[in-house]
């Protein structure tokens, strides 16, 4: 997608790593802070400039929040629910604001959140044995984990939800693009 500075932040990777997402929190909370205590001592004049940084790391915040949201609800959409009996249930787009707020709300909440550094390695099963990252298992070690992949290779796409350990740049920008929640192994 479009890069922003020089490369090394792009639109695509916003929304994709809650490290990052807690970070632009922990920063705008704290720039806040921060603007309230130079109102309070020195006066309004010296706080604009503080008031726009800590403007703008929230925008940066809320940006990550609705890029995450945005992608967790189309992903959403884009797969459908078998049901216990067996059926199949496909959304419709009347469901999207609705998968939107759900989505909202929880990666706000997440952010929020202290973070657990606990390894899924103690909670994965014995078929899925790999851990990658802090919350998924691959069945054999991989480099990558995708879920709700929505681009044009026809072996993910039927899949959805896998672990891969191809890492040519081609195939990492296609996932970096197209996976609703992308980790690095």
Not at 62 to 70: E, G, I, V, Y
Not at 120 to 129: D, N
Not at 145 to 166: D, L, M, Q, S
Request: charge should be positive; include cysteine; hydrophobic fraction near 45%.
């Amino acid at each position: 997608m479009r890069r922003l500075v020089g490369g090394v932040l792009t639109i695509d990777k916003l929304g994709r790593c809650l490290f990052c997402m807690r970070a632009a929190f922990a920063l705008a909370t704290a720039s806040w802070l921060l603007t309230l205590a130079i109102l309070t001592g020195l006066g309004a004049s010296v706080a604009v400039p503080a008031a726009a940084v800590a403007t703008s790391l929230s925008v940066l915040w809320l940006a990550h929040l609705a890029a995450h949201a945005t992608r967790s609800a189309r992903c959403r959409l884009a797969t459908a629910t078998v049901e216990a009996d067996g059926r199949v249930t496909r959304y419709s787009r009347r469901n999207a604001l609705a998968f939107f707020a759900q989505a909202l709300a929880a990666v706000a909440v997440a952010s929020m959140l202290p973070t657990a550094t606990v390894r899924a390695q103690s909670g994965c099963p014995s078929t899925h044995p790999y851990p990658c990252g802090t919350q998924h298992c691959c069945s054999a070690q991989a480099l990558y984990y995708c879920e709700g992949y929505t681009g044009h290779v026809e072996n993910w796409r039927k899949a959805g939800t896998f672990c891969t350990r191809e890492n040519s740049d081609e195939d990492v920008a296609d996932l970096r693009s197209n996976c609703a929640v992308f980790v690095t192994c």
